[in-house]
């Protein structure tokens, strides 16, 4: 079964709307990351947050993570068209930190 | 923009041909990952090295192979195409230590006819 879970499949928003993405996955992890997709192309690394942290922000992105719920989300705020893409959360656990799981992604579109 | 490159980007080629994908980056990464990518769908890790020599199988069954000769070399060979394996594939590299943050090339889009 899947780690990663993100909800929801899709969203669609208006320009200058906040965005959130929720990520839900099922063992133990040691690291949570997110990642962008733009279409047809490779993943580009976002933010990673630890299991000892609850919360990280990186410009117009905010991370919580909630372990006893075995959740994520990301909040993009102010978005811009150009943050249309594909967002997948990865967990890394036990002593594989270096490999990842991702999850089926959110498909974000912003309409300018 | 991350120093990994992956050729060709696109490929369509007959049933029953052998193919190799390369994968090459430059950031000295001792980590690389091979993964496979449906249309709209999650990433499947299908191989990974930890370094020069090392070569493991992923969490995702697959019929093709890979080498690492060399650290900034990741090629994967599929010996006889089929049209199950058309796809995408993305290769991945990482620093390892302290960081876990994986650097993703372009991808490949392999359609086999």
């Known amino acids: 079964s899947q780690q990663g879970e993100e909800d929801p499949q899709a969203l669609s928003i208006q320009e200058g709307e906040n965005a959130t993405m929720n990520c839900s996955y099922k063992?133990?992890?040691?690291?949570l990351q997110w990642y962008r997709q733009n279409s047809g192309r490779g993943l580009v690394h976002l933010i990673l947050i630890r299991s000892n942290e609850r919360e990280k922000h990186s410009g117009r992105l905010r991370v919580t993570l909630d372990t006893s719920k075995k959740s994520s989300s990301l909040l993009i705020t102010a978005s811009r068209a150009a943050d249309t893409a594909s967002y997948f959360c990865?967990?890394?656990?036990?002593?594989?930190?270096?490999?990842?799981?991702f999850g089926k992604g959110t498909l974000l579109t912003v309409n300018p | 923009e991350a120093d990994i490159y992956q050729t060709p980007r696109y490929l369509v080629i007959g049933t029953g041909k052998k193919i190799t994908l390369e994968c090459s980056q430059t950031m000295g990464h001792d980590k690389m990952y091979w993964y496979q990518q449906d249309p709209g769908m999650e990433l499947h890790l299908i191989h990974y090295s930890y370094g020069v020599n090392s070569t493991e199988k992923g969490d995702l069954s697959s019929e093709s192979t890979v080498s690492r000769i060399r650290t900034e070399h990741f090629p994967l060979t599929l010996e006889s195409a089929r049209p199950s394996h058309t796809s995408q594939y993305l290769c991945?590299?990482?620093?390892?230590?302290?960081?876990?943050?994986?650097?993703f090339g372009p991808g490949t889009r392999l359609t086999v006819t």
């Open positions: 063992t133990s992890i040691n690291n």
């Open positions: 991945a590299s990482a620093p390892g230590r302290a960081s876990y943050e994986q650097y």
């Open positions: 990865a967990t890394g656990s036990g002593g594989s930190n270096y490999k990842l799981t």
